[in-house]
């Protein structure tokens, strides 16, 4: 039989977990380095194997952290530490993993409401379970007053925002105060690698589209560490801006051998390559260089599927097989936009 742990509702637990976010540091008992995140579910089941138990007492209990090595959890009751526990969680995809632990802390939080800190007994990809928040903040720097007016017409129907600066350091103290995930950018060219610098110094995760300005496409690429930049030439639409908004919210993608033995740095190697490969495959593009985009296509399509990433596979193939690539330019680049953010999700990963 399962409990219900506690008997708040739902607007009495956004309470107490507003209250514990800004008062608690549970997750001083987690792993620094597994970056707990915040995890609110109202319906998670635990189990507790209490001292002499042989089967668990199981529990539906509210969550409030996350990490690689870890959870912390509201219960009603006081919990002994060392005891022997389990979790259910559900995957952004939709599948439930069991993910087995022993509590490491309990204290008393507020009134009914204890807060268990649960150390997993082997590390998971967090990511895989946490949701990444739908909404979106964006900024324009140097845009046109028409196409700033179109962007913020089609973000404000599909939960963004956008903040206009006019200057390259009002953009940077943008980046600095706030959680910034899309830049809409028009460069000035005398000082792209520069501005790329700046915003990639405050914004290392962002993705950076350049607008009106296809001609630099290939230089802010060269410069981007991460390649996380694209352009916008074509009629600013909702369809266009929603694949923009598509592109950051998209869950990473995960290689299903990472677990394998002997895969997971050969993987995490082939992850940490794919920056390079999307610049070197946007510069190639843009310069009608067909040795090289077959080279780095073909790498991309064997690696690929080799080490479970199909859908960067498939991209890289269809490119590589191209009779005449440099024909259709824009379809071209439009392809190598699909086969970016296939990447972009294993890089996230």
């Not at 194997?49 to 529990?59: A, I, M, N």
């Not at 219960?75 to 979790?87: I, L, P």
């Not at 953009?171 to 809409?184: G, M």
Request: hydrophobic share 40%; net charge negative.
């Amino acid at each position: 039989m399962i409990i219900q742990s506690l008997s708040l509702d739902s607007e009495g637990l956004t309470k107490v977990l507003d209250s514990l976010d800004a008062n608690s540091s549970a997750d001083r008992f987690l792993d620094e380095s597994s970056k707990p995140g915040s995890y609110r579910i109202q319906n998670c089941v635990l189990h507790l194997w209490h001292l002499g138990d042989v089967k668990p007492r199981s529990f539906i209990c509210a969550t409030r952290l996350l990490s690689d090595d870890g959870i912390v959890v509201l219960h009603k009751s006081f919990v002994h530490t060392g005891t022997k526990c389990s979790v259910q969680l559900c995957a952004v995809d939709g599948s439930i993993s069991e993910i087995s632990g022993t509590l490491v802390h309990c204290r008393h939080a507020m009134n009914e409401v204890h807060e268990l800190t649960i150390r997993f007994d082997e590390r998971i990809v967090s990511l895989l379970y946490l949701p990444r928040d739908s909404h979106v903040n964006c900024i324009g720097l140097g845009l046109e007053a028409d196409r700033e007016q179109e962007l913020k017409s089609h973000l404000r129907q599909m939960d963004a925002t956008l903040e206009s600066c006019d200057t390259m350091e009002s953009a940077l103290d943008v980046l600095r105060e706030k959680d910034i995930h899309v830049v809409f950018y028009t460069p000035n060219e005398a000082a792209l690698e520069t501005e790329m610098k700046g915003i990639r110094g405050e914004c290392p995760d962002g993705l950076v589209y350049l607008i009106d300005s296809s001609e630099l496409y290939g230089n802010a690429a060269s410069v981007d560490p991460v390649s996380r930049v694209d352009c916008l030439d074509t009629p600013i639409n909702s369809a266009v801006v929603f694949d923009v908004l598509d592109a950051w919210r998209a869950q990473p993608v995960f290689s299903p051998l990472r677990s394998e033995a002997g895969f997971g740095e050969i993987i995490r190697g082939f992850v940490d390559s794919l920056s390079e490969a999307l610049r070197s495959l946007t510069v190639a593009a843009l310069q009608r260089d067909l040795q090289e985009l077959r080279a780095i296509t073909e790498k991309l399509h064997i690696e690929g599927g080799a080490f479970g990433f199909e859908d960067i596979s498939r991209k890289a193939l269809e490119i590589h097989d191209l009779s005449d690539p440099f024909q259709e330019m824009e379809s071209l680049l439009k392809m190598v936009t699909s086969i970016k953010r296939h990447c972009w999700r294993a890089m996230a990963s």
